[in-house]
T-cell receptor, first 110, second 113 residues
Framework: KNEVEQSPQNLTAQEGEFITINCSYSVGISALHWLQQHPGGGIVSLFM???GKKKHGRLIATINIQEKHSSLHITASHPRDSAVYIC????????????FGKGTHLIIQP | ETGVTQSPTHLIKTRGQQVTLRCSSQ?????VSWYQQALGQGPQFIFQ???????GRGNFPPRFSGLQFPNYSSELNVNALELDDSALYLCASSLPGYTGELFFGEGSRLTVL
């Protein structure tokens, strides 16, 4: 069973700061997802990675398969980035569900 | 807007009752997965359906069951509700295979009294 650890659990930063959220997992994976969850519950998929790096706007996600580690970066953070960011991994084939981290609660203050 | 809709959005049940939650997938997505998220925790995988058949299951008892219909919409049924079943239930649709991006609904928040 894959164990997914995220750090930090809580992060408060000032608008404009560079944000890094980390995710480590214990067993090899086929894919890693970064998700964003706002109050009220809805989850939005930000990235799906199996190797390397992806960028979308101010968000960058990287993954190191050998080290079993991924990071999510937010550049020029804004109060609207305030949300819970969740890392989730798929360990095997398509029928395996995701294993989720507990999430990082991010607050960006103006 | 992900194109995935869930109903009802909120509901309250009492212990021992049964509940049915519904999910309409994004058009063309034939795979749907269900997750339970307790307050303050990350989601937990319940099961996945592909072309109307369950093809993956997490560590949930048999009283959690599901259906997927020919139009790929889906139901989650929970029998003999327990207090610990109180949670946000999320469904996600995708194209098949482990490389498919997931599209989540807004969730159904169940409270069991």
């Amino acid at each position: 069973k894959n164990e997914v650890e995220q750090s930090p659990q809580n992060l408060t930063a000032q608008e404009g700061e560079f944000i890094t959220i980390n995710c480590s997992y214990s067993v090899g994976i086929s894919a890693l997802h970064w998700l964003q969850q706002h109050p009220g519950g809805g989850i939005v998929s930000l990235f799906m990675l199996s190797s390397g790096k992806k960028k979308h706007g101010r968000l960058i996600a990287t993954i190191n398969i050998q080290e079993k580690h991924s990071s999510l970066h937010i550049t020029a953070s804004h109060p609207r980035d305030s949300a819970v960011y969740i890392c989730a991994v798929r360990s095997g084939g398509g029928a395996d569900g995701l294993t989720f981290g507990k999430g990082t609660h991010l607050i960006i203050q103006p | 807007e992900t194109g995935v809709t869930q109903s009802p959005t909120h509901l309250i049940k009492t212990r021992g009752q049964q509940v049915t939650l519904r999910c309409s997938s994004q058009s063309g997505h034939n795979t749907v997965s269900w997750y339970q998220q307790a307050l303050g925790q990350g989601p937990q995988f319940i099961f996945q359906y592909y072309r109307e058949e369950e093809n993956g299951r997490g560590n949930f008892p048999p009283r959690f069951s599901g259906l997927q219909f020919p139009n790929y919409s889906s139901e989650l049924n929970v029998n003999a509700l327990e207090l610990d079943d109180s949670a946000l239930y999320l469904c996600a649709s995708s194209l098949p295979g482990y490389t498919g991006e997931l599209f989540f609904g807004e969730g159904s928040r169940l409270t069991v009294l």
